[in-house]
C-alpha cells in the first residue's frame, strides 16, 4: 500500500519498518503514530523477525509533529484558541497521539530483537525522540538534530528527556532542549548520540547490511545484551551483577550457546538459529 503513512516488511529475519510520509517530511500524524504502534506489536509477536531496521522514505527522517494537524486543533487565532470545547478536543485529541507515540517508543525498547534506526536530512521533535530509542542508531552525513520542543512553547515527549541525557549527558540535553541547538551528524557521534556516519548515498546499504548482521546472530543472547544495558542504570552494580549472571546462566542452556562454542574450537563462523518462541 504505497499510500500508508507506514510501511512494514518482515523477510529474511529482518523487520523493516519505513515512515511513509515521504511529501510531507514524515510529520506526525495520529494515524502514522497508530500505525507505528502496530507495526512494533507486530515485530514483537514475530519470532521469526531477527533483528529490526526503522528508516524513513524521503530526503528527511522526519520533522516531528504535522503542524497543520495541530493548526487545526489549536485554532487561527487566540478567541477560538481559548474556547473550552476547542480546549476539550485537542486535550483529548494531543493525548490518543501521545499515547500511540509513546507506545511505539516502549515497545522499540522492550523488543527483544535488536533496533537499528538509520535517518538522514532534518531528524526533529518526535522524530529526534524516535531516533534516541535505537539500539543503534546510523546518520547520514546531512542529518541534523534538533529537540524542537521548547520552539512550540511544549516540553519533550517520546522519550526524548530520558534518553537524551543517557546518551549525552545532562549539560548537552538541558542545551539542546532548552535552548533548541540543533546538531549535525559528526558532532553526535563524537558525543555518543549516533553509533556511525555514513554518506547519504550509502546510508541505505550500510543500514540493512547492519541489520542482516544482527540478525544472524544469536537472538537470545542478543535479547539479553539489550535488555541488561538498558537496565542497567535503573540497577546498582552487585544487582546488575546478579542479573548478568542469570542470563549468562540462561544461555548457557540454549543452542546458541552450544553452536558458538563449537564455532570457536572448530575456528569457523557460527551458525545461530532463531529466537525462541515468546
Sequence with gaps: MPDAPLLLEITEGIAVITLNRAQ??????????AALRDAVGKVGRTPSAKAVLLRAAGEHFMVGADLNWLGALVGSTPDEAVNP???????????AIIDDAHAAILGLRQ????????????????????????????AADNARFTVAYNALGASTDGGAGYHLPRLIGPQRAMAM??????????????????????????LDDTALA????????????????????????????????????????????????????????????????RLPPS
Design 24 to 33: 510531507q517530511r514524515n510529520t506526525l500524524t495520529p494515524q502514522l503514530a
Design 85 to 95: 470545547e476547542r480546549d476539550a478536543m485537542r486535550r483529548h485529541e494531543v493525548a
Design 111 to 138: 523488543l527483544p530483537q535488536p533496533v537499528v534506526i538509520a535517518v538522514r536530512g532534518a531528524v526533529a521533535g518526535f522524530g529526534f525522540s524516535l531516533a534516541c530509542a535505537a539500539d543503534l542508531l546510523l
Design 177 to 202: 532542549a532548552l535552548l533548541n541547538e540543533s546538531m549535525d551528524a559528526m558532532t553526535a557521534k563524537d558525543c555518543g548520540l549516533v553509533y556511525r556516519v555514513t554518506g547519504l548515498d550509502e
Design 210 to 273: 547492519l541489520a542482516r548482521r544482527l540478525s544472524s546472530g544469536p537472538a537470545a543472547g542478543q535479547a539479553s545484551i539489550k535488555r541488561l544495558i538498558n537496565f542497567s542504570f535503573e540497577r546498582t552494580l552487585p544487582e546488575h551483577l546478579q542479573a548478568e549472571a542469570a542470563a549468562f546462566l540462561a544461555a548457557s542452556d540454549t543452542d546458541d550457546f552450544a553452536e558458538g562454542v563449537r564455532a570457536f574450537l572448530e575456528k569457523r563462523p557460527p551458525r545461530f538459529g
